[in-house]
């Protein structure tokens, strides 16, 4: 076993703290490598503090991990050491169901083993994320990244990343689409990267007035205020997607009202609580509303080289360990500017 430091969570109200545990021995089919970043989601805060009542503690948070390798096992293929590598929101899947087969892990059928907080079958505890100093992973859900991008804002692409390239990619949008994105944070601001580089027609719906030049600057081509009551009137029935990234309880017919003929409202975002839609909403201009979790690990590799070829990265506050209890204030009050990133030396 591999004496490991990272930062826990104890339970859903106290601070995070620094924390000791083991990694696994590095296996013939792993890599093992030193974590240099992890990216901050606001899943990590979901689950620290409970919300969807699945928490396991201790909980090392963290899914969106970059470093470089130190070992391999006897049989890996794809890394060597001294490459960069990264893992994302899965370290294990069946890799036998037709989920699986199809490359889409995130919807395995039998054993579905996520970064952290999922039962961990080599050590009988949990598994433990990327608030840590180092992890070891089967090579199959390794990621190769690009030297040529700053690796701190690579990290952010491991989640808020993929969760927004990879609907965006399953319902085709792009040039000729008028798409509002809702909530600019760490998945809102990578939808507004990616949707504008496929062509789209790209509206920012925020809550935060502050955010409109920002919002501009990541490529969006409009933006309103969602609690303008105006603004949300002259939206009705504008847009062929509206792309929901919010994390706090919210009022999902505001924005279906703002759907065009046959339009669809992606959900990704996942707040706490459940929410109340009124069927003529729906009805109305024939809508429909979907939701998507994160995406694929060969989508996901499809994803970074995109990013590698098209030079598209996270915008990042590189924050130390010791933070991080502030920055999960800060998210609470949208104050993320649009990612932290844990820079790992600092463990
Ligand atoms: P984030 O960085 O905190 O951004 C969320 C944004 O939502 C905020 O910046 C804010 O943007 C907006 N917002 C917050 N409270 C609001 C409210 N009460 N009403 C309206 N808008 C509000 O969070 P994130 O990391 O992007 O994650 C967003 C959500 O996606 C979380 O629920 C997370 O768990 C979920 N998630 C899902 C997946 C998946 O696979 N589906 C993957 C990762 C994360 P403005 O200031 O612009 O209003
Ligand atoms: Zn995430």
Known sequence: MIATKGYAADNA??????????RRDVGPHDVYFEILYCGVCHSDLHYVQNDWGN???????????????????THVTKFKIGDLAAVGCLVDSCQECDNCEKGLEQFCRNELIATYNSYNKHTGGFTYGGYSNQIVVDEKFVLHVSEKLPLQAVAPLLCAGITTYSPLRHWKVGKGHRIAIVGLGGLGHMAVKFAASFGAEVTMISTSPE??????????????????????????????????????PHDYNQYLNMLD???????????????????????????????????????????LDYCAE????????????????????????SDVKYRFVIDMATL
């Open 310 to 333: 098209h030079n598209i990265v996270s915008e990042v506050e590189v924050i130390p360990m010791n933070y991080i209890n502030d920055a999960y204030r800060r998210m609470l009050k």
């Open 211 to 248: 955010k409109e030049k920002d919002a501009k600057k990541l490529g969006a081509h409009h933006f309103a205020l969602s609690k303008d009551p105006e603004q949300v009137k002259a939206l009705q029935n504008n847009f062929d997607f509206i792309f929901d990234t919010v994390s706090a």
């Open 55 to 73: 928490a396991n503690y201790p909980l090392v948070p963290g899914h969106e991990i970059v470093g470089k390798v130190l070992q391999v096992g």
């Open 13 to 22: 109200t106290d601070p995070l703290h620094p924390f000791n545990f083991e």
């Open 261 to 303: 003929t046959d339009g669809i409202m992606i959900c990704v975002g996942v707040p706490p609580a459940p929410t109340e839609i009124l069927g003529f909403n729906l009805l109305r201009n024939r809508r429909s509303i979907v939701g998507s979790i994160i995406g694929g690990i060969a989508e996901t590799q499809e994803m």
